[in-house]
């Protein structure tokens, strides 16, 4: 028979991210620094108290919106994390973050509208618009701003049919922290367009440099902005598959409704397993946060020196994402090249958009004695190639 695969499931090619940990495979004594997700095991006291819960019979389906003694739980910790009151009504807890945004872009696309994605950026936005009926338009970030958009490049992207902004905050690829007077700027453009916006804020817990700035929380902003988070990143909890998001009433009743159908609920017990993350000693996760930012550092300083590579000190995220473009411009060659002479992973950077033509992805996710491994390993490739790639 015929394939009859619909085209926009066609149009997308298979997660870069996903194919370069396969063909790492068929190595040895491989450092991947590929995947973006910590290297930290959930803390064995969640684990177990997740597990009580499920011997309590937690096993089966909850409320769509999530079970009621984690909304509750949720909205203390954002009240005192974040100095926002939210109604129960505003939240929703999700398959992880990728439910949220799913569930938003859903809920608000209609066929041919539009939505600005700043890049380089997470590569399922990409998808999950077109999925969703949508039509990305890219707004490119360079090197020489630390990749933090520009936002009269935001205001030349927008036409008729923009539907929202997508920000993310600190971000997955380049660590970027979007500042306060940038989402200003962002803010007064989406109220006098009445567009919405989608603040992917689930590196929040590691912004390395002062407190966390959100949309959210300028004038206007809480009535068009869907704020995504997750356990995943910063609790260590990928596996687990929770998120959660907030926004306004109208938005929020339309994002469960899609969630219903798509998901039921999100897992019981994952969502047992949040609540418990939400009750243990915050230190743990301060303490992942600053192992973060100093493997971030570290990587900094290693790059720095290497003939013809350029990086920024980090800003957030665990990701560092130099340019390479005096070596080589083209970062998936450089990146095959460098997993098959020295065993490392890394992502080329066009998987993020085409504003990452010339970088790389480093998740900065294994162990500092590991990461200085692959960093010496790094820099002999670089020099063999005398700075300069086939
Ligand atoms: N948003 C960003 C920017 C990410 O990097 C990721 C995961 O890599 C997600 C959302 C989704 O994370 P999860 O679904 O594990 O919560």
């Keep these: 028979m015929k394939e009859k695969v619909s085209g926009s499931v066609r149009e997308i090619v298979p997660a870069v991210i996903r194919e370069m940990s396969l063909r790492a495979a068929a190595y040895d004594n491989v450092i991947s620094l590929g995947i973006g997700e910590p290297d930290f095991d959930t803390p064995p006291e969640i684990c177990r108290s997740a597990l009580k819960d499920a011997i309590d019979g937690y096993t089966h389906y909850t409320p769509s919106r999530g079970d009621d003694d984690l909304i509750e739980a949720l909205r203390r910790y954002i009240r005192n994390s974040r100095n926002i009151a939210l109604d129960p009504a505003q939240l929703a807890v999700t398959h992880g973050g990728m439910g949220a945004l799913i569930a938003g872009l859903r809920a608000i696309l209609d066929p041919g509208e539009e939505v600005i994605v700043i890049e380089p950026h997470f590569p399922s936005y990409r998808a999950q618009v077109i999925f969703a009926g ?127 159908y798509f998901t039921s609920c999100p897992s019981n017990v994952g969502q047992r397993a949040a609540l418990a993350a939400l009750r243990a000693e915050s230190g743990q996760f301060e303490r992942m946060a600053r192992a ?60 993020f958009g085409p504003s990452g033509k010339t970088c790389i992805r480093i998740s900065c996710t294994v162990e500092t004695g590991l990461l200085a491994e692959a960093m010496d390993r790094i820099e002999r490739f670089v020099s063999r190639c005398g700075g300069r790639n086939s």
């Design 292 to 351: 973060f930012k100093d493997r971030c550092s570290l990587a900094y300083h290693r790059l720095k020196e290497m003939p013809g590579v350029r990086v920024h000190p980090p800003a957030g995220s665990f990701y560092i994402f130099p340019d390479l473009g005096e070596i080589t411009q083209d970062s998936t060659q450089f990146a095959l090249e460098l997993l098959d002479r020295e065993q490392v992973v890394v992502i080329p950077g066009s998987a």
């Design 134 to 260: 949508g039509t990305p338009v890219y707004v490119p970030t360079d090197f020489g701003d630390r990749f933090v958009v520009r936002p009269e490049r935001v205001a030349r992207a927008i036409t008729p049919k923009t539907k929202a902004i997508i920000i993310n905050s600190p971000n997955n690829p380049t660590g970027a922290v979007v500042p306060g007077p940038v989402l200003d700027e962002v803010a007064h453009m989406a109220m006098d367009h009445d567009l919405l916006v989608i603040s992917d804020e689930v590196y929040d817990r590691l912004a390395f440099e002062g407190p966390y700035e959100s949309i959210y929380v300028r004038p206007g902003m809480a009535e068009r902005t869907l704020v995504v988070h997750s356990f995943s990143k910063s609790f260590a909890m990928t596996g687990w598959r929770i998120g959660y998001c907030y926004g306004p009433p109208w938005l929020m009743n339309e994002v469960v409704k899609v969630a219903t």
